[in-house]
């Protein structure tokens, strides 16, 4: 049996989600285990299940007697001997962007948050029907969507909140640069200069005071537990700038448009090197711009 570990934001969730999909897509027994989420077992914990307010989603969870008959129970002297006997565990950490080996597991129990895409590539179109949201009832919502569909819209993903936390600014930070986003806006504007860019960010205040004009929307009005549906507006969109971060990734995944344009940053993180041969395979149809706004 495969046993996933279900942890973090909305963006992992789906990944791992995704990747248990596609386990059960190719016939493996599959599980999740979502204790990360227990509020009695971790007391701090702030992120919410949120993948469970998709309707279509069923979550099949793994027993404690079948996570405890793969990995052994959660005690100290357990987790100790785990510790010693790594080569002989059956936990598998994610350890780099890709493991091309993955899916000929059959008794592990994977931790990570398996961003690439080639992992689930195949399967999105089914994982599109199944990630349906929830109709929102805020009005403004349905308007924007509207408006959308009508026009060249690109969804703009700006994430600062915790990246800008010393800890994670090493590990994310100057990536997404203003460069980064300046050439992927003229990029759109080269193609239609009537483009509207919908600004998705949880520092709304440095968005207007950073992007202006009249083509610049700044969506601002889903706060809190309603920030689900921010998910569900970039999906929406007809193209895509993300950032690095899974969320905006996701948004352009859920995208039906089988033209669109979905520009990343070559990194996600600052502890990666970017092969662009490599990058190309592994993020089929995304097009890629660096810290300095050059399109490679």
């Known amino acids: 049996m495969i046993i996933i570990k279900m942890s973090g934001g909305l963006g992992n969730q789906l990944q791992q989600y995704a990747l248990y999909e596609k386990f059960k897509y190719q016939g493996i027994e599959a599980r999740l285990d979502t204790s990360w989420f227990d509020k009695n077992v971790k007391k701090y914990q702030t992120r919410e299940l949120e993948i469970k307010r998709f309707p279509k989603v069923l979550l ?34 994610e350890s780099a962007m890709y493991h091309p080996d993955l899916f000929e597991k059959r008794d592990a129990y994977l931790e990570g948050y398996w961003a690439c895409e080639k992992y689930y590539a195949d399967i999105l179109p089914m994982l599109r029907e199944k990630l349906l949201f929830p109709e929102s009832d805020n009005p403004v919502n349905l308007d924007t969507v509207l408006k959308m569909q009508q026009e060249c819209s690109v969804s703009v ?14 590990l994310f930070g100057n990536i997404c640069t203003e460069d980064y986003y300046q050439s992927a806006i003229a990029f759109f504007q080269k193609k239609d200069p009537g483009t509207r860019f919908y600004l998705f960010s949880d520092d709304p205040e440095y968005v207007r005071a950073h992007f202006q004009g009249e083509e610049i929307v700044v ?16 999906s929406m969109c007809q193209h895509h700038i993300c950032a690095n971060s899974t969320f905006s990734f996701w948004g352009a995944r859920l995208n039906r448009n089988p033209e669109k344009i979905m520009i990343r940053p070559c990194k996600h993180k600052n502890t990666q090197t970017f092969d662009p041969d490599l990058m190309k395979e592994l993020w089929t149809g995304w097009t890629f711009i660096d810290v300095d706004g050059r399109i490679l």
Do not use: Q
């Not at 600062?160 to 090493?170: F, I, K, Q």
């Not at 601002?220 to 569900?232: A, G, P, Q, T, V």
């Open 60 to 93: 099949e969870l793994c027993t404690i007697e079948e996570k405890e008959k793969l990995i052994g129970k959660d005690t100290f002297k357990d987790k100790i001997i785990r510790t010693l006997n790594r080569r002989n565990s059956n936990v598998f950490r």
């Open 157 to 170: 993903h700006i994430r600062r909140g915790d990246y800008l936390d010393p800890e994670n600014e090493a």
């Open 219 to 234: 969506v601002d009005w889903n706060k809190r537990e309603d920030s689900f549906y921010d998910l569900y507006l970039m």
